[in-house]
């Protein structure tokens, strides 16, 4: 009788030992049978498609180092800029591939007028571009401080000084008309007014004349970005328009409108919109006004001198605007922005355009 019962417990344990492993079997297959359809929906829609993790990898892949925006070049990552002086005289309006920059620096010279230097952190970017005109020594400097190569076609004595002294890399329409720098005949205006280079010419400069192409490591991330898709808002107010002066030129005035829609500032110049050949209106996700100390040097030609060293300014975005500071320094100093609390300037991933305002004339920017 004791056999009998323990011949059935027996039975039974054993019942129960395959009951149990049956069960750990089927949770590991479904569990199994879960995570397959669950890459699947998620990873694609149809067999062969883009997978989830492609997708992410995309989505936080390579940034443009001067914008904050996806889709740039892996293989151009830590390459050296280019900058481009570019001339904003009325008569070389409207410019060649004034909506094509990274960023837009505009600054104050000689008889109230302004030119800008447009930076590229791809040269692949750069299209047809225009009017080239001569360096200023201020200029030299900003480009300095992006380790940039520096583009441009004659230049003031002070600034054939610094980039002699220095030993900036930089190409020369003076002296390589023809070669990477042209001049366009179609347009009926000075011959100051029309030279002209393009990606493909600067690209070949650099090449042909053997120009280092990395920059250096402390140029490599010079500015903080939001992730693109997700701009935050300032902390200043509201910012639907912002207007300024260089000078008492009214052609050189700015007026800069938010549309909501796109969430882009359209520029205004001389109370037109400033359109590029073509016709299309620059626009930019950040306007900069950086005030600076600008003092005329009094020599023959009126050349002007901004004081590049640190001041405060505006900063606005997404609508919206704050106070900030900004430091250079010494000429091969990176430009350093900051938000009121002192802490890196974050910006909305976007084009930038930054102006260097006198301080004289920070009395004429108006918000509203």
């Not at 829609?45 to 997708?55: F, K, L, N, R, V």
């Not at 005289?89 to 004034?98: E, I, K, M, V």
């Amino acid at each position: 009788m004791a056999a009998q019962k323990r011949r059935r417990r027996k039975n039974r344990n054993s019942r129960t030992k395959v009951i149990l492993a049956t069960v750990a079997v089927l949770v590991v297959v479904i569990v199994a049978v879960v995570a397959y359809f669950s890459v699947n929906q998620n990873g694609s829609e149809e067999p062969g498609g883009e997978s989830d993790t492609g997708a992410v990898q995309e989505a936080s892949g390579p940034i443009n180092p001067l914008t904050g925006q996806l889709g740039f070049d892996a293989d151009k990552l830590g390459a050296r800029p280019v900058a481009i002086m570019i001339n904003n005289a009325p008569a070389a309006r409207p410019q060649w591939g004034l909506c094509s920059p990274d960023i837009v620096f505009e600054g104050l010279v000689e008889g109230g007028a302004t030119r800008m230097m447009w930076v590229y952190a791809d040269a692949n970017d750069i299209p047809k571009v225009g009017s080239i005109r001569s360096a200023r020594h201020d200029f030299v400097e900003l480009a300095e401080g992006m380790d940039a190569i520096f583009v441009h076609w004659g230049g003031s004595d002070l600034a054939y000084d610094a980039i002699s002294d220095r030993d900036v890399d930089d190409i020369d329409g003076l002296r390589y008309e023809g070669t990477y720098f042209f001049r366009d005949s179609t347009r009926s205006v000075a011959t100051e007014h029309r030279g002209y280079t393009t990606g493909e010419d600067i690209r070949a400069a650099i090449d042909d004349l053997e120009l280092r192409t990395q920059a250096e490591s402390r140029y490599q991330n010079l500015f903080s970005f939001e992730k693109e898709g997700a701009p935050r808002l300032l902390s200043g107010g509201s910012c639907q328009s912002v207007s300024f002066d260089f000078s008492g030129a009214g052609s050189y005035s700015h007026t800069f409108n938010y549309d909501a829609q796109d969430g882009l500032y359209y520029n205004r110049i001389g109370g037109e919109p400033m359109r590029q050949d073509g016709g299309e209106q620059m626009a930019v996700t950040n306007v900069l006004l950086l005030y600076c100390d600008v003092r005329n040097l009094g020599d023959s030609s009126g050349h002007m001198e901004m004081d590049l060293s640190s001041g405060s300014g505006l900063y606005i975005s997404n609508g919206t605007y704050e106070e900030i500071e900004w430091e250079k320094g010494s000429a091969s100093a990176p430009l350093k922005l900051r938000d009121s609390a002192g802490k890196a300037l974050v910006l909305n991933a976007g084009k930038s355009y930054i102006g260097m305002v006198p301080t004289s004339e920070q009395s004429s920017v108006a918000i509203s």
